[in-house]
């Protein structure tokens, strides 16, 4: 099974060099820390900021430079800092190549719900709903089951709606998952995760075909 930290890295390797990447509030923004060696990726934040770095050691923390999700983060040299409607102008153009987000609710043909639970108290929809509407390529990262057990790979998502056939893949501590139009497809399995389990806490459609490979972790 994968902590966040495995799930991040895993994320990362579909990182490809040159690419402009956007990582969301939660897991996705660990990816940060797991770029492969040999390629060149730009991080985009939507609050404004284009060449983030990794998380800063503790004791370097700049704490007037944050991530949209209010964490101290660094800046890569040659980074570049701007008002947050340029910044959306970059997403609304289509200029991300990835974005990796957390969920609540992924369906099996590809809607994402992620920024509110209906009588819980919200600040705002965030970048969400624009980053899912122009990335070229949106990755999900998150647990596969909420606090209750119960799954939150759903044939239908019950929340309310981010974006509707935009997810292109899941990583969850129990695998990999690719949606496609037969539904969850699971690629990879994670370490001492068997395939009944995954079937046990899957709601929506899953095909599982041939013999999965387990996940390698460097």
């Known amino acids: 099974m994968l902590d966040k930290f ?13 690419y402009y990447v956007n990582l969301g ?5 660990l990816v940060a820390n797991y770029i492969p060696d040999g390629i060149e990726v730009v991080l985009q934040s939507e609050n404004g900021l284009l060449g983030m770095g990794p998380f800063p050691f503790e004791g370097e923390e700049d704490a007037d430079l944050i991530n949209a999700g209010k964490q101290t983060i ?3 040299p ?4 701007f008002d947050s409607a340029t910044s959306f102008g970059m ?3 289509g200029k991300v190549d990835l974005t990796v987000l957390g969920a609540m609710e992924v369906s099996d043909t590809g809607d994402i719900a992620n920024w509110k639970i209906p009588g819980k108290m919200v600040k705002g929809m965030g970048g969400a709903m624009d980053l899912v509407a122009s990335a070229k390529n949106i990755i999900v990262a998150m647990q596969h089951t909420n606090k ?5 790979l759903l044939s239908e998502c019950s929340l309310p709606i981010t974006g509707l056939q ?3 893949k899941v990583v969850t501590e129990l695998g990999v998952f690719e949606i496609t139009e037969r539904g969850f497809e699971l690629k990879e399995i994670a370490p001492e995760v068997t395939v009944d389990e995954i079937r046990s806490k899957t709601q929506g459609r899953l095909v599982i075909e041939g ?3 387990v996940l390698e972790l460097a």
């Open 148 to 152: 209750k057990g119960e799954s939150k």
């Open 25 to 29: 509030i939660g897991i996705p923004t």
């Open 74 to 76: 660094t800046k890569l």
């Open 166 to 168: 935009c997810v292109k």
């Open 78 to 81: 040659g980074s570049a800092i």
């Open 211 to 213: 013999n999965i490979p």
């Open 91 to 93: 997403i609304r153009a």
């Open 6 to 18: 495995g799930i991040a890295q895993v994320i990362a390797r579909e990182l490809q060099d040159g």
